[in-house]
Nanobody
Framework: QVLLVESGGGLVQAGGSLRLSCAAP???????MAWYRQAPGEQRELVAI???????KYADSVKGRFTISKENAENTLYLQMTSLKPEDTAVYYC???????????WGQGTQVTVSS
């Protein structure tokens, strides 16, 4: 069974920074990985994705503020979030998979709350 373990969420003031981590123990091959988020009453949205080949895409709302990265040897995914805004408040999910949406497997989610 695939396991994705997220950490790093919390409460931060607007303008602050957080780094989310996602460990994928047991993976023995490269896959596409991504971060999604879901705010209360909103649909889940893709925040950033990094393919097995290293290509990266961001949602327009986070470009220039968030950075996705991956440590291939450990299949550990990161999301560095800076200049956080209250509208970034959401549950953030780590995902992995072989499809272009990297959504075959999901972590349990970690709450990020940005206060104004």
């Amino acid at each position: 069974q695939v396991l994705l373990v997220e950490s790093g969420g919390g409460l931060v003031q607007a303008g602050g920074s957080l780094r989310l981590s996602c460990a994928a123990p047991g993976w023995t091959f490269s896959v596409n990985m991504a971060w999604y988020r879901q705010a209360p009453g909103e649909q889940r949205e893709l925040v950033a994705i990094i393919t097995s080949g290293g290509s990266i895409k961001y949602a327009d709302s986070v470009k220039g503020r968030f950075t996705i990265s991956k440590e291939n040897a450990e299949n550990t995914l990161y999301l560095q979030m800076t200049s956080l805004k209250p509208e970034d408040t959401a549950v953030y999910y780590c995902t992995a998979g072989w499809t272009s949406s990297a959504s075959d497997y999901w972590g349990q989610g970690t709450q990020v709350t940005v206060s104004s």
